[in-house]
């Protein structure tokens, strides 16, 4: 799996998809596939205020129960209400399917994230 190249990602398994000073938030295709066929999203409501590393929502799928967890601080400026009724879609294309966009508070928190490349090498060791 190739990752996109313009993401950021977390040891969390979390991507982040930069446009000016706002972040979507997603699960990436390694945690799509381990958590298998999803089944509800829970979303956090819009206006909540976020931490780093703050747990933002729940994803159930037929194997598991994980949490995401804000790769950033900043407020929550949008859900994808796409997910309440199709769930699905993470497992489809983990990478487009966006959880939650952020409000950036800190751009700079960015830089503490990893590239592709590093993304890419940690689940090579972790699997």
């Known amino acids: 799996m190739a990752y996109p190249k313009d993401y950021k990602y977390t040891k969390e398994h979390e991507w982040v ?4 000073k706002k972040a979507k938030v997603g ?19 819009v206006g909540s205020a976020l931490d780093t590393g703050q747990s933002i ?10 949490e995401l967890y804000s790769p950033v601080s ?10 309440n009724d199709e769930p699905e879609l ?3 294309d983990a990478h487009s ?3 939650v966009e952020i409000e950036l508070k800190d751009p700079k928190q960015l830089d503490s994230l ?3 490349a590093q993304y890419e090498a940690y689940i090579s060791e972790e699997g």
């Open 97 to 99: 399917a966006w959880i």
């Open 57 to 66: 929502s729940a994803i159930e799928s037929v194997k598991a129960a994980s």
């Open 90 to 92: 993470i497992n489809d």
């Open 17 to 20: 998809s930069v446009q000016g």
């Open 114 to 116: 990893l590239t592709a």
């Open 74 to 83: 900043g407020k929550v400026s949008a859900v994808n209400e796409e997910l």
């Open 27 to 45: 699960v990436t295709e390694y945690a799509a596939r381990q958590l298998g066929d999803v089944v509800f999203v829970e979303l956090p409501n």
